[in-house]
């Protein structure tokens, strides 16, 4: 049985030639038992008439804003919650590029727009519009706002040129719709906990201790488990980057300190837990409660005392949960990582070289190498860090890569 069976769908259609092939998809998710709410655009309605998706539907179609000759208003708010999963299919580039601009002058934009739960895009056009730096710019904008884009084909187009952009075949847009669906379930009732980004370690109430570590990972991480369905505790040091997934509690903390307390105090009960941030070593022994003045001193001497390490102390109160460190190492790198994997009773160590130009703080890219107490050395290629994140995960999961 389908897992796509009683989950409601929106199925967007923009004008393009590939909306016959909707007619095909809306079949479908029908017979594999979702509902479908229809959403048109007013040029795809050229294409393709809303008889035939309402007969097939069963549910009127969505286009307007309101019925003109009663005034019925159409709340494309209620379809957002309303959906499990939006796929918009074709997608032109002219609603790609309103996707990804936020330009909502139709129902199926307004309606992307408050849609709460995942989007997958099946874009459908000319080889040359597809190409075009303006389309692969709003389709990156798209994928960084957590949109699925189900690729196009290469073959024979409407205008009878050869290329990539024809709409990926219904079977396959199906099918990405049963995988979304299969992953969300697949670390359902999993309890994670990641930690993220640097400590600053105060010195007086202006200056700090820090380092460069964005959280860029460690977010990345959070977001993937949440994803899968697992229920996710994100303890994040001080970061700028946004967060994309629902069903992730953040705990916002600044000193080590204060990050070993959050994770001792939600380690129990975990069953994963990712430990990527870039904890300050050190710490100024005291505070200063006032603004240190540089006046009447050449130099000054900070007395630093040792921060506590959240990874040797969770590893010492283990019981059977997975816990996962990261090294970043200059020199020795694998040996190191295997020491410290030891040390810190882990059961996986990430390690990320920073002599590699694609790995380390900042990068939305990293290239890293995981491994496993078991003995287990597994290399990756340099990927987004979302890319990775994924990586990371089927890893620890299943002990082996896809
Ligand atoms: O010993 P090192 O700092 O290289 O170890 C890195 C790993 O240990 C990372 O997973 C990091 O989050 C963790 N760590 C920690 N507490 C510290 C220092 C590092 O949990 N004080």
Redesign the pocket.
Known sequence: MSNLKGKHIILGISGGIAAYKSVMLLRLLVKKGAEVQVVITPNGKEFITPVTLSSLSGKPVVSEFFTANTGEWHSHVDLGIWADLMIVAPATASTIGKMANGIADNMLITTYLSAKEQVMVAPAMDLDMWRHPSTQRNIETLRRDGVIIVEPEAGELASGLIGKGRMEEPEKIAEAAERYFSRQEELHGKKVLV?AGP?FENIDPVRFIGNYSSGKMGFAIAEEFAERGADVVLIAGPVNVPLRAEGIRRIDVTS?RE??DA?VSHFNDMDYV????????YAPAEVSDVKIKREGTDGMTLHLV?????????GALKKNQKL??????TDHELE?ALH?LKK?N?DW??LNSLRDPDAGFMKDTNKVTVVGASGEVIDFPAKQKSEVAKDIIDVVVNGETE
């Open positions: 930690t400590t080590a990050m070993r994770c990712v430990l990527a941030a870039a904890v300050a070593d040792k921060n506590p390490d959240i990874a040797a102390t969770l996962i460190g990261f090294a970043l190492e190191n410290k810190k882990l160590i990430v």
